[in-house]
């Protein structure tokens, strides 16, 4: 180790070097430190207790009666939109709204479900009536509020967390979905979901037209009304601030010339006050007014309103946080205010996008025409999943929605014989590219709203449905072409797979279960997915998105590989998908493997290093914050053209010193381009720019009697066999006959793969007169070696002495050159 001066001296070296301004800490970590310190502010206090639960109860029940006793005073809409300008990001038309991490549609729903039922307690005479409220008084009030809020919601946390049972395996799975329902809004991009009601509700003639006729209204119509319910607000607001402005420039204008106007100057203060605290009636939209911005008739409009309209009944405000804080937000499906003069305001833009498949999907749930639209939502489903997978996985064999047979019970398991199985089955996407097959499950089924309200019976029924059938459906096609080598598929016969040497499954969810799915460690322990068979479960509009960010199949591969590891969700945690996406981007999603199971993987290797058991043991769980604020940016102006606002650049994958290697595999359509790649990108990035120099090392020391040169690496960091692999680089001397040389690479290849007992190598063959890649002759041949190659196996030189790289030595020019021949030696 060195000295602790040096150490000092390297310290201060770096902090010379940083870029001066650069932020020392993520901002989105902040506001979780924040949170936790608070939490565990209230863990001592609550914990101390007797009854944790009670006390977290009660605690609860006394801080929402004192902040409702508060809010009392004040008009609730104009509370609302003193909030809305306090928590809510904003920017000039046609810029992106700045990433605020801590800005939060939760509380600014919470405030106006409790101010609204606390509305209720005094037009019912439970409390006193309002009194006057002086200038600024509703901005200080809100000011405060925002901690209070996140303190009411933090003693709710605090109380599911000391009414979960430790021993029930699904209690975490279960927070996990309230969590989300509290805290997390537009877990995809608003645009990808618009675009996706649009299809699934008119997409298809009946449904539309059943929705027209039972509802007064289409599922597009819907849509343009709460939108332009939001957009009038904004446009309200942006008058506002016009008009403060200009009466604030007339009177400074005046203050400056000598001038001063009393009725100017008490002007320009109630235009200030207007716009930090305005009327209700400057807050709100008339019916007539969405009518005329839509041109939509009134009475469809008024259709729109009654159905997505808050209906809090009699509710106290106890009542609307105990609903809100476990998952049953009253927002989520009605998320428009009706006032008494029918005028009407919305909280915010994040919910009522959401909003319209969730209430027009309960509606239809009780017509006849649920059964077609089910149909409908599978069908569109498949298509986009397809679409999807055809952006990252080019020139693949593609086949959708067909059926094949598995054996029907265990005798025909037992037999083996396909042509013998009986049961058929369906199949959504089986994808085959050189030795890869992807095997991917679409569930258009959704999340109900027991299960996001925390029904722990319900979350397991709907978690099977939609991840658990997904998982078993994708695990047997997985089994049957390890099992028998193939499928036999209905109307095509049997299909020989035996070249397959990787198989990766997917589910694919139509609903957005952001922090559900990327929990798959929890759901392995709550017994809804099993360790031997866990897909990549994602939604549709991450795989959307995902496939637009990826530049090169094989960066989709690797992170297939990746995140399909058990221990990823072990060690990463994340709310978010594209959070863990964006990661791997960065820094590769890696998870250091037992090298105690490595070496039982692969037997050859020698014992684990004092360096990589270090490496394992020292490995501590990550929680990953928001990585999509560089994305976010991305994805608006790439979808918002406009010529004041640059474009701002694609996230991509951090440069890879063997991209170009990788591209020339796919153009070149070598046999295991896509797996080669994903390998080859696997690498540490030291041990790429290895592989990247390799080709020119060989070529540029070449042997003194013609003979070619060769480079031997076992890629073995996992512990899944199928992701061994056996690296070749060679060199065919110009004197060797060019079918010789791949003769002799292939052979080679094939033998020391038996040898070292790996499944699949490749051969990256270099012509020595040309300095050019000859041939990329790829192997994924197993089981035992005919003779000639027999008598090759027996030449290698044992696995135990295996060189991983090449000796220093030859990079140097021989010192003499000897006349006589040499012994043949083992490689």
């Known amino acids: 180790m060195a000295s602790k001066t040096k150490r000092h001296e390297a310290r201060?070296?770096?902090?010379?070097?940083?870029?001066?301004?650069?932020?020392?800490?993520?901002?989105?970590?902040?506001?979780?430190?924040?949170?936790?310190?608070?939490?565990?502010?209230?863990?001592?206090k609550i914990g101390a207790t007797d009854d944790p639960e009670t006390a977290a109860d009660a605690a609860l029940n006394d801080a929402v009666a004192e902040f409702a006793t508060k809010v009392q005073r004040f008009d609730p809409i104009r509370l609302i939109e003193v909030a809305r300008l306090a928590s809510l990001p904003m920017a000039p038309a046609g810029a992106v709204a700045p990433i605020v991490p801590d800005a939060s549609a939760s509380r600014l729903e919470l405030l106006a479900l409790v101010a609204l039922a606390a509305q209720q307690e005094v037009a019912t005479g439970v409390a006193s009536q309002q009194a006057a409220v002086g200038d600024q008084e509703m901005s200080h009030f809100v000011s405060e509020a925002l901690s209070e809020l996140d303190r009411l919601l933090h003693l709710a946390q605090l109380r599911s967390f000391a009414s979960a049972d430790p021993t029930d395996k699904l209690a975490l799975v279960s927070l996990l979905i309230q969590g989300g329902e509290v805290w997390m809004r537009n877990s995809s991009y608003p645009e990808m979901v618009e675009a996706t009601n649009g299809a699934l509700l008119d997409g298809d003639?009946?449904?539309?037209?059943?929705?027209?006729?039972?509802?007064?209204?289409?599922?597009?119509?819907?849509?343009?009304?709460?939108?332009?319910?939001?957009?009038?607000?904004?446009?309200?607001?942006?008058?506002?601030?016009?008009?403060?402005?200009?009466?604030?420039?007339?009177?400074?204008?005046?203050?400056?010339?000598?001038?001063?106007?009393?009725?100017?100057?008490?002007?320009?203060?109630?235009?200030?006050?207007?716009?930090?605290?305005?009327?209700?009636?400057?807050?709100?939209?008339?019916?007539?007014?969405?009518?005329?911005?839509?041109?939509?008739?009134?009475?469809?409009?008024?259709?729109?309103?009654?159905?997505?309209?808050?209906?809090?009944?009699?509710?106290?405000?106890?009542?609307?946080?105990?609903?809100?804080?476990?998952?049953?937000?009253?927002?989520?499906?009605?998320?428009?205010?009706?006032?008494?003069?029918?005028?009407?305001?919305?909280?915010?833009?994040?919910?009522?996008?959401?909003a319209v498949r969730e209430n027009l999907e309960e509606h239809l749930k009780t017509s006849t025409s649920w059964s077609k639209y089910a149909k409908h939502r599978g069908d569109l489903l498949e298509i986009r999943t397809r679409t999807a997978l055809g952006r990252v996985l080019p020139g693949a064999h593609y086949r959708d929605a067909f059926e094949y047979y598995i054996p029907a019970n265990a005798a025909e398991a037992t037999g083996a014989d396909p042509s013998k199985y009986t049961k058929r089955v369906e199949g959504d996407h089986l994808v085959l590219l050189d030795d890869v097959a992807i095997i991917v499950e679409d569930k258009a089924v959704a999340l109900s709203a027991l299960s996001r309200g925390g029904k722990k019976t319900r979350i397991r029924t709907d978690l099977t449905g939609i991840i658990t059938k997904a998982a078993e459906q994708a695990g047997r096609m997985r089994d049957g072409i390890e099992r028998d080598g193939g499928l036999r598929i209905e109307g095509e016969g049997w299909v020989n797979l035996s070249h397959i040497r990787e198989i990766h499954t997917i589910a694919v969810s139509l609903d957005d279960l952001s922090t559900v799915l990327t929990a798959t460690a929890e759901l392995v322990r709550a017994g809804i997915l099993s360790v031997d068979n866990i897909p990549w479960t994602v939604s549709l509009h991450d795989l959307e998105l995902i496939t637009e960010l990826v530049a090169r199949p094989a960066e989709f591969l690797l992170y297939l590989r990746r995140r399909r590891t058990p221990d990823v969700t072990v060690m990463f945690s994340s709310a978010d998908e594209l959070d863990l996406f964006l990661h791997f981007f960065e820094a590769g999603l890696w998870v250091e493997p037992d090298p105690a199971q490595v070496r039982a993987t692969f037997p050859f290797l020698p014992e684990p290093t004092t360096s990589e058991m270090r490496r394992y043991r020292s490995q501590r769980p990550v929680i990953l914050t928001s990585r999509t604020d560089a994305l976010d940016r991305w994805f608006y102006t790439n979808r918002h053209a406009d010529a004041d606002v640059p474009s701002a650049p694609k996230p991509t994958m951090s440069p890879s010193p063997v991209a170009p290697l990788i591209d020339e595999l796919q153009s070149r359509n070598v046999t295991g381009w896509l797996s080669i790649g994903a390998t080859l990108l696997s690498a540490d990035l030291s041990v790429q720019y290895r592989f990247a120099r390799h080709g020119d090392e060989l070529l540029s020391n070449p042997?003194?009697?013609?003979?070619?040169?060769?480079?031997?690496?076992?890629?073995?960091?996992?512990?899944?066999?199928?992701?061994?692999?056996?690296?070749?680089?060679?060199?065919?001397?110009?004197?060797?006959?060019?079918?010789?040389?791949?003769?002799?690479?292939?052979?080679?290849?094939r033998a020391k793969k038996h040898q070292l007992g790996l499944t699949r190598g490749v051969v990256f063959l270099y012509d020595e007169p040309s300095r050019s890649l000859l041939k990329v002759l790829y192997d994924g041949h197993i089981g035992p070696l005919d003779s000639a190659l027999t008598a090759v196996l027996h030449s290698l030189r044992p696995a135990s002495g295996l060189q991983r790289t090449i000796h220093p030595n030859a990079k140097r020019p021989p010192h003499t050159v000897r006349s006589r021949p040499r012994p043949k030696r083992k490689r």
């Open 12 to 44: 201060k070296k770096r902090q010379r070097r940083a870029v001066p301004g650069t932020p020392t800490f993520d901002p989105h970590a902040e506001v979780i430190v924040d949170t936790w310190a608070s939490l565990a502010k209230l863990m001592v």
């Open 205 to 354: 003639p009946n449904v539309r037209t059943t929705l027209v006729a039972e509802l007064g209204f289409d599922a597009t119509d819907a849509l343009a009304v709460l939108n332009a319910c939001h957009d009038l607000q904004e446009t309200a607001m942006n008058h506002r601030i016009d008009a403060m402005r200009s009466t604030m420039l007339q009177a400074m204008a005046a203050t400056e010339a000598g001038r001063t106007d009393n009725t100017l100057m008490e002007r320009a203060r109630s235009s200030l006050m207007t716009m930090f605290e305005p009327e209700a009636s400057d807050v709100t939209v008339a019916v007539a007014d969405i009518a005329s911005h839509t041109s939509i008739p009134e009475d469809r409009v008024r259709a729109v309103i009654e159905r997505f309209r808050l209906d809090l009944a009699e509710a106290t405000p106890v009542q609307v946080v105990d609903a809100f804080s476990t998952g049953k937000n009253p927002l989520r499906a009605r998320p428009l205010i009706v006032c008494a003069n029918e005028r009407v305001v919305l909280p915010h833009p994040a919910l009522h996008v959401f």
């Open 703 to 749: 042997l003194p009697h013609g003979q070619g040169r060769s480079l031997t690496i076992p890629i073995t960091a996992c512990v899944d066999p199928a992701e061994g692999w056996l690296f070749v680089w060679a060199t065919r001397p110009a004197a060797e006959d060019p079918a010789s040389a791949e003769k002799r690479a292939r052979d080679y290849l």
